[in-house]
């Protein structure tokens, strides 16, 4: 069993270290306020952005954390922003407009691989969304996977990163995700996380799984090894780890759930801590379990159009609708099946007093 770095190889599995077989509750954190990061829904109306929509959602997920004491962070342009169908010029727009409206707030903006082609991957390609994005002030960027990158073997992985990083001026968080979410993509294993994060430039990263516990391996590395990396979840499916371990989250369910996710984290602190949190736990995660399941392809993609349907439930935004060129849509009355889902969340945040999560 590896317990020391030096140990790796790049093609180690976490199965062979000790940070895969650490319990979660030796990781267990009441003192932290790690910050929500939610990945923002763009909305549309009649194939169109719905501005005013983005505009309601973004200020009500203010006054969620406001209410709770909790550091917000928006991540614009990923994929509940509908990166992989944006123009540049709507993946500009979106960070103008929400600038204009909004000076203060923390922004990761997402970035990926714009006009790739061929068999070869460059780096370069990671240029155009990198420059957009770093032309803002208090912004971070996500330097999200791509095809092309994530076939490259471990070595030539990290040193594409480290490429790409030669273009970055801001801090920066990397992406790894499986394939419940894009089919082609694979998590990292111990080395190439412990490569990426001792780079200067790269402060974090989001690890976005569903059916196995990568997040805690990366807390458990990062911890052990006392890391200047901060891991964030993308564990739509487990999001109370995050909340138990003090660490960032930065997922989509903090769009539909944020109002619970924000109580549940001042729950959970030991000044204020509550035993119902764990009752709370459930309730927003059994409707995420709804809003990202899994379709007969196993794949989560299509939570945009859930998300969009409770926002639309709670008055939020006019319409269900998905960006008009993306095919991650949901069969059948997707608003019915979210109404009927929130039954549970509702009852519990009307007990717990959570005014900011109803229905219109």
């Not at 208090?138 to 990163?161: C, F, H, I, W």
């Amino acid at each position: 069993m590896i317990t020391h770095p030096d140990d790796l190889k790049p093609d180690t599995p976490w199965s062979d270290t000790i940070w895969a077989h650490t319990p979660e509750e030796t990781l267990a954190d009441h003192q932290s306020k790690a910050r929500l990061c939610v990945a923002t829904l763009l909305p549309f109306k009649n194939g169109q952005p719905d501005w005013d929509g983005f505009e309601r959602s973004i200020r009500w997920m203010i006054a969620c954390a406001e209410a709770y004491e909790v550091e917000i962070a928006f991540v614009l342009n990923a994929d509940t922003g509908y990166i992989f169908n944006l123009s540049e010029e709507l993946y500009a727009e979106v960070i103008t407009r929400f600038r204009a409206l909004f000076p203060e707030p923390k922004i990761i903006c997402g970035t990926t691989a714009v006009g790739a082609e061929g068999n070869t991957f460059k780096a370069e390609w990671y240029h155009p969304h990198l420059d957009i994005a770093q032309s803002f002030e208090n912004v971070e960027v996500m330097l999200m996977t791509s095809q092309l990158l994530n076939e490259l073997g471990p070595e030539k992985r990290r040193d594409a990163y480290f490429e790409i990083a030669e273009h970055i001026t801001v801090p920066a968080i990397v992406h790894a995700l499986e394939p419940a979410f894009v089919p082609w993509a694979s998590p990292y294993d111990p080395w190439l996380l412990k490569e990426l994060a001792e780079h200067e430039k790269i402060v974090g990263g989001k690890i976005s799984t569903l059916d196995e516990p990568h997040f805690l391996y990366w807390a458990a590395m990062c911890r052990d090894l006392n890391l200047d990396f901060s891991p964030h979840s993308g564990d739509d499916f487990g999001i109370a780890s995050a909340i138990k371990l003090g660490l960032p989250l930065l997922i989509g369910a903090g769009v539909s759930a944020c109002p619970l996710i924000c109580a549940a984290k001042q729950m959970w602190l030991k000044g204020t801590f509550d035993t119902r949190v764990f009752k709370l736990f459930e309730a927003f995660q059994s409707l995420e379990d709804s809003v990202f399941r899994l379709d007969k392809d196993g794949s989560a993609a299509a939570y945009k159009h859930s998300t969009a349907a409770v926002l639309k439930l709670m008055g939020l935004i006019e319409t269900s609708e998905i960006h008009p060129e993306c095919s991650d849509i949901r069969p059948g009355d997707e608003e019915a099946r979210m109404r009927e889902a929130m039954n549970r969340p509702l009852r519990i945040a009307e007990r717990l007093g959570i005014e900011q999560f109803r229905l219109s």
